[in-house]
Structure formats: C-alpha cells, structure tokens
C-alpha cells in the first residue's frame, strides 16, 4: 500500500511539471519579431522621406531589443509560467508607435509650430521608464492578491489622482481640458495611472458585495431589476464620473472610469440589468453634460458635423476645430493599402499630430489593412487578458484581470472611435502607439499586472507531499 502511494504521488508530480510548460522560448521568438517589424518600418519611413537608410536605425534597433530582451529576462525570472504573448505584444505596438512618432518629427510642418521634432527620443526614453516599472511591478509583486489588502486605500488614492489636475498651482488646463498636472517641468496625466487603481478597488469591492449585488428584486421586460438599497454604489461612482466630465471636462476618462466599474460588476453579478442600467445612466449623464458644458458642446459639434468646424477654423472663427475632417481625410486618402510609410500627408492635422491622432498617420501610411491589424493586436492582447481571467483560481484575480483588459479595450475602442469620427472626440491617446510619457509608463505597468496574474494561474499546482502517518494508518487498517 505504501509503496503504491508513493508511486501515485511520484506520478502525479511528473504530470503537474509536464503540463505546464513555461512558454519562455516561445515569448523570446516572438519578441524577435516584435523587435524586426519595428526595424523594418523604421527603414522604409528613412528610404520614403530621404532616400537613404535612416542614420539612427542601428540605435534605434539595438535600444528597442536591448529593451525587450530586459523585459523578457524579468519575465522569465520573476514570472516563468507567464502568458507568452502580453509582451511581445505590447512591445511590438510600443516600436511601430516609436516608428511612426519619429516620421512626425521629419516634418518641416510640425517642427515650424513646435508640435514635433525631438519627441521620438522623449518616447524612447518613456518607454525605458515603463518597462522599468514594469520590472518593479514583477520584481516586488510577488502575489496579485496581496494587494486585495488596500481596496479601500486604493479607492482614495484613485480620487487623489483624479482630483489633482483641479489643485490650483498643480493643474493646468490644456486646450479646455484639465487632465494634466505639471510637475518639474513635466506634464503627467494622473487619470493614466487612476485606471489601474481603481481597477484595484473595484475588484476588491465587487469580490466582497458581489452576492449582494446578484440578488433581484423584480423583473421587468426580461430583466432582473436589482435592488434599491444595491444601487448605492453604481450612484456614486456614476455621479463621481459626472464630476470628472463637469470639472475636469474630461470625456475620456469620464467614459473609462464608468464603463470599467459597469464591465467589473457585470462580471461580479452575472446581471444583464447592469449593463443596461450602466448604458443608460451614461448616455444620460453625457447629454446632460453637454447641455451646459462648452467644451464638450464643441466636440459634439465636432463628431456631428467636422466639415463646417472645419470651414469656421480656417474663417478663424475661436472656439472650432479642424483636426476631427483632416483625420478623416487622412484615413480616406489611405485607402485599403495606404501611402506607404513616410509617404503620407498626416502632419497637416498639425495638434496632437503625434498624440491624440497618431492613430490617423496609421491610417493614411498603412490603410484600411493597417488598421485592423493595429486593433488585432489590441484584441489580443485583450483577449489574453480575458483567459487570464478565466484561468485565475481566485475571484480577485479573476474580476482585476477583467478590469484591466477592460480597461485597455474601452481606451481604444474611446480613442479610435473618436479619430474615425464614430463618437466625439475624449482627448485620450492610443495605449503605447501616442507620444506621452503618462500613457506608456501606465501601460506597461498594466501589462506587468496582467503578467503577474497569468504567472499565478498558469503555475502548476504543488505536488502533493506523501504523508508517513496516513500512509501507517492505511497500513494497519483492516481491509
């Protein structure tokens, strides 16, 4: 018998270890090809502007594998049963966003109104700070649930964050939209950085009320209404995020910060009423808004109709903007195929050029194909985000997993959508593909979260370890 028991459990140790496999080779493969593609557009944008191989492509080529290859050792160091494709790509939509930040710096257009120039070796270096956070994140934490412990200070830090931009001395408006905080001469976004926390503080409401939330009260057209004393929450952060939109005049973040905590707590409760109470008191709260806010009366007008804004821009009537029919025709002039890197026209959007229509740029050079491989790669990396989830063994595991893929698929589904003119423009900028320090530093801690908890799910459970008194007892016992 004792024997027999120690052989099972020899046995199943073997299975656990053969089951899962860590995958680290197969992320380092396809970090090379993460790093080449990137090298490649680099190239093509030098031959297409100059004729000639670009001066900096050996340095930009060794800086992004030099950072990559660090990523990957972390990875492979501190979280060996990772999932092997958040890296490789985040990595490669942060090079082609480097790639295509310094095709905008060429521009004589730009560099004359000082919207671009030396922003592509700014970016590297906001890319090198990213991946270090995203070092710190694997290096120092070592278990996802750990930070179950500050739900509620996360929750203070998040209004913290959210509430700074408003500090007179601290926060600057810039072009209507008070999002920004300027420190040392930099300007920091802290709505980038509140998404992550909050996320933190959603998951570990939501594990600890969520049965309350699941139950219903009475049903009405198909849907489990949900009880009044339980509507509590989704009130307040509703009526926080119509704070944000009223003082900060912040779309973006206002949509992000709403359509996570709805996403969360429909996964928590499994209630279809949530979702379109969440709907509902959105579009309530952004027609309410709009109805007395000028700042976001002028990008609805902007969404509805860019051809006449567009006309009053040039007139020089203040107050309308152009950027929203140049993008447009950017994408158009793309066509299916595009320009071809280097070869397009993007830079007569002038503002935010770089930033908040890079995603245009994308749509000119690489066209219809580009696009949609741009927003494959988001899906996926969404997509891992969500098997993570499903693969966690706890709830809060599983809801801040959720939350933060949530999170990245509301950003650029807000961001694109905004750019090819299906909703109004939010001011947000494209996760790792925008020029902004804010933006990739906060991404990639994301990414290292994400990779925290897939480590955590996908490690084999623990050989059972024999026991010598079962196995006497097992022994003497009589048959």
Do not use: C
Not at 385 to 390: D, N, P, S
Not at 410 to 425: D, E, R, T, Y
Request: charged residues 10%.
């Amino acid at each position: 018998m004792s024997s027999s028991t120690n052989s099972s459990t020899h046995h199943t140790s073997t299975i656990g270890a053969i089951g899962a496999p860590s995958r680290r080779n197969t992320e380092l493969a396809l970090l090379v090809f993460a790093v080449v593609i990137p090298v490649f557009a680099y190239a093509n944008v030098g031959l297409a502007i100059d004729n000639k191989v670009p001066a900096g492509l050996l340095s930009y080529g060794l800086g992004l594998g030099l950072l990559a290859g660090v990523g990957h050792l972390a990875v492979r160091r501190f979280a060996p049963y990772a999932d092997p494709l958040l890296l490789p790509l985040a990595t490669l939509l942060n090079g082609l966003g480097l790639v295509v930040i310094w095709r905008l710096d060429q521009s004589k257009l730009l560099q004359s109104i000082k919207q671009a120039g030396t922003a592509a070796p700014r970016q590297l270096m906001y890319t090198a700070m990213g991946i270090a956070l995203f070092i710190v994140v694997l290096i120092f934490l070592k278990d996802h649930r750990v930070l179950q412990r500050y739900t509620y200070i996360s929750m203070v830090g998040a209004l913290t964050l959210l509430l700074l931009p408003l500090v007179p001395g601290l926060g600057a408006n810039i072009y209507g939209a008070k999002i920004w905080i300027s420190v040392a001469g930099f300007s920091i976004q802290p709505g980038e950085f509140a998404k992550i926390v909050l996320a933190i503080f959603f998951a570990g409401y939501l594990m600890v009320k969520r049965d309350a939330l699941a139950l219903a009260s009475r049903r009405f057209i198909g849907l489990y209404l949900p009880r009044g004393r339980d509507l509590g929450p989704i009130l307040v952060v509703w009526f926080i995020s119509i704070l944000i939109l009223v003082f900060e005049t912040d779309l973006g973040t206002s949509l992000l910060f709403f359509g996570m905590f709805v996403i969360m707590l429909y996964v928590a409760t499994e209630r279809t009423s949530w979702i379109v109470f969440g709907l509902l008191m959105s579009a309530a709260g952004a027609v309410g808004v709009a109805s007395f806010e000028p700042h976001v009366q002028q990008r609805v007008q902007a969404w509805l109709n860019p051809l006449k804004e567009y006309k009053l821009s040039q007139q020089g009537v203040a107050g309308h903007s152009e950027q929203s029919m140049q993008a447009l025709w950017a994408f158009g002039s793309g066509g299916t195929l595009g320009t071809g890197l280097g070869q397009g026209h993007s830079d007569l959007i002038r503002f935010a050029a770089n930033s908040d229509f890079v995603l245009a740029t994308f749509g000119e050079e690489l066209g219809l194909a580009g696009i949609m491989a741009i927003l494959l790669i988001y899906g996926l990396i969404v997509e891992r985000g969500v098997r993570t989830a499903l693969a966690a063994r706890d709830p809060f595991g599983k809801l801040l997993a959720v939350g933060l893929s949530g999170a990245m698929a509301l950003q650029v589904f807000v961001v694109a959508g905004g750019v090819m003119g299906l909703i109004p423009l939010t001011g947000m900028t494209m996760p790792f593909l925008a020029y902004g320090g804010s933006s990739v530093i906060a991404n990639w801690a994301l990414i290292g979260i994400l990779i925290r908890i897939s480590d955590t799910a996908r490690r084999p459970a623990p050989a059972p370890v024999s026991n010598p008194d079962a196995e006497m007892t097992q022994v003497v016992r009589p048959s």
